[in-house]
């Protein structure tokens, strides 16, 4: 079993910063891609930013600049760095990591429970 615990959402103002943090603990060989997604109330989930094994980053054109994703390899952690929030970046955050068990199984996509992010203008 494996598990992803998030941690470091909150209420912020506009113009704040938050750091997302996302563990991932259990039965890990190795570990992928690892991303954040986010979802308001009444949209669909969208990505925010993704990062590679290999520390390749992507991120969605509304939060480049803004946000910055990492990763400790070492602790299986994955964060998010938000700088320069704004009212729209206010919803359900939640982590998204692509790991095996073992060296001979495939890949699963494990979601985290999600971290509320809440930015007052």
């Known amino acids: 079993q494996v598990q992803l615990v998030e941690s470091g959402g909150g209420l912020v103002q506009a113009g704040g910063s938050l750091r997302l943090s996302c563990a991932a603990s259990?039965?890990?060989?190795?570990?992928?891609?690892m991303g954040w997604y986010r979802q308001a109330p009444g949209k669909q989930r969208e990505l925010v930013a993704v990062?590679?094994?290999?520390?390749?980053?992507n991120y969605a054109l509304s939060v480049k600049g803004r946000f910055t994703i990492s990763r400790d390899n070492a602790k299986n952690t994955v964060y998010l760095q938000m700088n320069s929030l704004k009212p729209e970046d206010t919803a359900a955050y939640s982590c998204?990591?692509?790991?095996?068990?073992?060296?001979?199984?495939?890949?699963?996509?494990?979601w985290g429970q999600g971290t509320l992010v809440t930015v007052s203008s």
């Open positions: 998204n990591v692509l790991l095996r068990g073992s060296l001979h199984s495939r890949y699963l996509e494990v």
């Open positions: 259990g039965s890990i060989f190795s570990i992928s891609t």
């Open positions: 990062i590679s094994s290999g520390g390749s980053t």
